[in-house]
């Protein structure tokens, strides 16, 4: 997809980051981490992009099939946004279904003055051309890069965050860093139950900033008949990883609350994570 690490390690790992911005996300680098040693050529510039794109979570299709991209993975981090970007093919036919949708990862409110659920359109928003941004702006935008060292993510199961791992038994040696801290997220359930499912161990399950609800569903027929994306929709639920000190005697709704007022909430309720970049010693 795109230009590889140039390294003399034999084994490369690839991430995707997503950003909940409408701006890419920067390439973590050892000179933007506290207390990283090693300056070495090669060792702290350890991760390069591959690619840039936009942040995909699901497709699916007029008969209820469909499938999920874990965040952690490049495939959900496609070059170009589109609609529909896939198409269902027989032994017959192959056939663009304008009852078909993908599932996109919206960007995270920037505006303190508004809830949730005033931040994002509460209607269809069309795809028409010249006015993609309408829809775009509120797309998060993501890299797929290339690290020579493995990423962790690691979650708390309560409110605070948790601290990157440091080793030395069974003579091996290891130190860890902080490349970014979030909120412990399991799924994205895109509709009536389809999701994109994370593997808690790899860095698509800590996403920086704590949204509610973070994915947008467009098709190519809208109730106009054109294409569309809808970020306000029944049936569509983020899933966390629940902080342990919440008991269940003690959940409750909560808000709606400006974006500011209901983080706080929050950091009660879901388990908070870190991603740490492992290096051996």
């Known amino acids: 997809p795109g230009a590889t690490l140039d390294t003399t390690y034999a084994q490369v790992n690839q991430y995707v980051i997503h950003s909940q911005t409408m701006f890419p996300p920067e390439i973590p680098t050892g000179r933007n981490i506290p207390g990283w040693t090693d300056f070495s050529e090669g060792r702290v510039d350890f991760a390069a992009k591959v690619m840039e794109g936009f942040s995909s979570s699901y497709f699916g299709t007029s008969d209820g099939s469909g499938t999920g991209q874990p965040l952690s993975s490049s495939g959900s981090c496609i070059r170009q946004f589109k609609i529909q970007p ?9 056939e663009i279904n304008g009852d078909d949708y993908s ?8 505006d303190t003055s508004k809830t949730f659920g005033e931040f994002y359109p509460q209607e269809e928003i069309l795809y028409e051309t010249g006015l993609e941004s309408r829809v775009t702006d509120y797309i998060s935008r993501c890299i797929v890069v290339d690290s020579i060292y493995p990423w962790l993510a690691i979650h708390s199961f309560t409110d605070e965050v948790p ?18 801290e ?6 994205e359930m895109a509709d009536q139950g389809k999701a994109s499912s994370q593997d808690l161990t790899l860095p698509g399950s800590c996403m920086k900033k704590f949204v509610p609800l973070s994915t947008a569903r467009c098709s190519l027929s809208g109730a106009a008949g054109k294409p569309y994306c809808n970020f306000a929709r029944s049936g569509a639920v983020n899933i966390y990883v ?9 959940t409750e709704t909560v808000g709606p609350y400006s974006y500011g007022d209901q983080r706080e909430d929050m950091d009660y309720y879901v388990s908070r994570c870190v991603v740490c970049v492992i290096k051996g010693m």
Not at 103 to 110: G, H, K, Q, T, Y
Not at 163 to 180: A, T
Not at 182 to 187: A, C, N, Q, R, T
């Open 86 to 94: 896939h198409v269902e093919c027989t032994n017959e036919v192959c």
């Open 103 to 110: 599932v996109w990862m919206s960007i995270a409110p920037n």
């Open 163 to 180: 601290s990157c791992p440091q080793g030395n038994s069974y003579g091996y040696r290891f130190e860890s860093y902080k490349l970014w």
């Open 182 to 187: 979030g909120y412990s997220l399991i799924s």
């Open 242 to 250: 629940r902080n342990s000190k919440c008991t269940s005697e003690e």
